[in-house]
């Protein structure tokens, strides 16, 4: 399972940034995958997830600016991040759970200038 995430840069308040994540065909429509993130000096933290039963969750601290998808046809999940906050600074990092096996991408950094 490989995973990669693009898209991160440097925006100011109330910009827009879309995040995307190219993974192995191996990751099926039917696993989960996830967006994380993790600013300076705390813990990672999950941002929203994405499944086929499940459906879509959002953290509510970026609910009605953020929204995950996902193209199967070209294995990606997306973040389309509006209305982008200081807060929202962090390195962020795709998810996938396949057969109970969590497997990540390499960070992309995300700064939000204020």
């Known amino acids: 399972v490989q995973l990669q995430a693009y898209g991160g840069g440097l925006v100011q308040t109330g910009g827009s940034l879309t995040l995307s994540c190219i993974h192995s065909?191996?990751?099926?429509?039917?696993?989960?995958m996830a967006w994380y993130r993790q600013a300076p000096g705390k813990q990672r933290e999950l941002v929203a997830t994405?499944?086929?039963?499940?459906?879509?969750t959002l953290r509510p601290s970026v609910q009605g600016r953020f929204a995950i998808s996902r193209d199967n046809a070209k294995n990606t999940m997306y973040l389309q991040m509006n209305n982008l906050k200081p807060e929202d600074t962090g390195v962020y990092y795709c998810?996938?759970?396949?057969?109970?096996?969590?497997?990540w991408g390499q960070g992309t950094q995300v700064t939000v200038s204020s």
């Open positions: 998810n996938a759970i396949v057969r109970g096996v969590p497997s």
């Open positions: 065909p191996s990751i099926s429509s039917t696993d989960v």
């Open positions: 994405i499944g086929a039963s499940a459906g879509k």
